[in-house]
């Protein structure tokens, strides 16, 4: 059974840094495609970050980058997001999900397995 655990989120300020984790376990993930994904309250899930479990290859939301860094530590089955200097705009419900392969991964259609999410509120 494949399950994908986040970890992390909180409350912070504004400028305040965090990381999220996603512990996977359940199958072996070589072939998949790691995302990040948030969805703020009334709005649609949105793309934020992606990996390859295989070679590390990372794709990232064009208004992300710079601020989040998505890594992976293959010996702990664990995906990691790095977000720094927070704006109220990134509170929302950030969840990670499991792709086979690396079609489609920009939108939640893409994947297979998806965690729980983790909240992440960012006060101005």
């Known amino acids: 059974q494949v399950q994908l655990v986040e970890s992390g989120g909180g409350l912070v300020q504004a400028g305040d840094s965090l990381r999220l984790s996603c512990a996977a376990s359940?199958?072996?993930?070589?072939?998949?495609?790691m995302g990040w994904f948030r969805q703020a309250p009334g709005k649609e899930r949105k793309f934020v970050a992606a990996?390859?479990?295989?070679?590390?290859?990372?794709s990232y939301a064009d208004s992300l980058k710079g601020r989040f860094t998505v890594s992976r530590d293959n010996a702990k089955n664990t995906v990691y997001l790095q977000m720094n200097s927070l704006k109220s705009e990134d509170t929302a419900v950030y969840y990670c999900?499991?792709?086979?392969?690396?079609?489609?991964?920009?939108?939640?259609?893409?994947?297979?397995?998806w965690g729980q999410g983790t909240q992440v509120t960012v006060s101005s």
């Open positions: 359940g199958r072996t993930f070589s072939t998949y495609t």
């Open positions: 999900a499991a792709a086979w392969g690396r079609v489609g991964v920009f939108k939640p259609g893409g994947y297979d397995y």
């Open positions: 990996i390859s479990w295989s070679d590390g290859t990372t």
